[in-house]
């Protein structure tokens, strides 16, 4: 059988020295590339363990040293042998320990009796890659925590049937006021004003019957200051405990549909002041043309007609002197908003 050729770099603990040579011609029927280092004593181990220059990938551990054995061997073996997997070897008379030592912290148990070559590489493998499974799992789980906790928006966890908080981020006890543990005794009808509740089970509905994971929704929130906010919701299917669950993203366009509904009334504005121009003011201007033209015809007729004429052109002048007063009303309400 072809050796393995990554390099491992591996301690065993074991004040047998019979012991140690069998169990290191094992590793070497199965490994090329070996470096192990024995410790006949706990303190030669600690001293191992402390020492920066040394990184072990795996500690093969015999219960009885002279120095310490036992739990407290075990126990204080794993905690300086920090994220390296620690497989205990035990004899007949100490296999229901060596059980024990599993609950303890310890990745294996090896009965010395029972050791070969392909038995020892397969706890090797097994244990080195199972500890680096649970690191990798672990830096999974406290990045995802990172990025929940740390994210600006609000975002709430939910369960899919009774639509329980069960939990928030730190984000969504800032904008809603609340303490964490008011938000997880809340469901998702206490964000809602009362005018929103009734609408909260039909959209839940349509949205996991759609089954849409980029759905997005506008509705409003209640915050414990009773202001309500407009949010826009991003929903979507998480695990928790094995078990789906709701998860919303929370983004407060408040703002925005202000600055939207303001925009959008000045565009009324203008469309009304577009339609006066075009229309109303029109016709005095037009009335006005006409007037002037009547003057020009009859300047040679009499004086009575001319001054009923300047009556005429006075009340239109005066009409459209009023219109453009109201557009410019106008437009000078719309420059207040802004």
């Given at each position: ?181 008011e938000l997880l005794s809340k469901n998702l009808f206490d964000f809602r004003p ?59 366009i408040t703002e925005n549909l202000k600055y939207i509904r303001k925009i959008e ?74």
């Amino acid at each position: 059988m072809a050796k393995d050729e990554e390099h491992y770099h591996i301690l065993v603990v074991e004040d047998n020295i019979g012991d140690f040579v069998l169990i290191e011609e094992y590793l070497f029927d199965s490994l090329l590339n070996l470096n192990t280092k024995h410790a006949e004593s706990f303190k030669a181990a600690s001293n191992y363990l402390e020492n920066a220059e040394y990184q072990f990938d795996i500690v093969f551990l015999d219960l009885s040293l002279p120095d310490k054995s036992g739990e407290e061997l075990v126990l204080d073996i794993i905690n300086r042998a920090v994220g390296i997997p620690v497989v205990v070897l035990t004899g007949f008379s100490n296999l229901e320990f060596g059980i024990r030592s599993l609950a303890l912290g310890a990745s294996d148990y090896l009965l010395k009796d029972d050791l070969s070559p392909a038995i020892l590489y397969k706890s090797l493998l097994y244990n080195i890659q199972r500890v680096k499974f649970i690191s990798e799992l672990k830096e999974s789980r406290s990045k995802f925590s990172d990025l929940f906790q740390l994210n600006p928006s609000p975002i709430i966890v939910y369960d899919l049937e009774t639509l329980k908080v069960l939990d928030v981020n730190q984000a969504t006890i800032s904008k809603y006021g609340y303490t964490r543990e008011e938000l997880l005794s809340k469901n998702l009808f206490d964000f809602r004003p009362k005018e929103e509740a009734d609408k909260l089970p039909q959209a839940e509905e349509g949205f996991w019957e759609k089954n849409i994971s980029n759905d997005q929704r506008i509705t409003r929130h209640i915050k414990k200051n009773g202001e309500i906010i407009d949010v826009e919701i991003n929903p979507a299917i998480v695990k928790i405990n094995s078990k789906d669950a709701g998860l919303v993203l929370v983004n407060d366009i408040t703002e925005n549909l202000k600055y939207i509904r303001k925009i959008e009334e000045q565009n009324d504005a203008f469309k009304e002041i577009a339609w006066v121009q075009s229309h109303v003011v029109r016709a005095p201007l037009a009335r006005l043309l006409g007037l002037v033209n009547l003057l020009e015809v009859s300047e040679d007729e009499g004086e009575s007609e001319t001054n009923d004429l300047l009556e005429y052109i006075q009340a239109a002048a005066l009409e459209l002197d009023k219109i453009v007063r109201d557009i410019n009303a106008k437009a000078e309400k719309i420059s207040s908003r802004e």
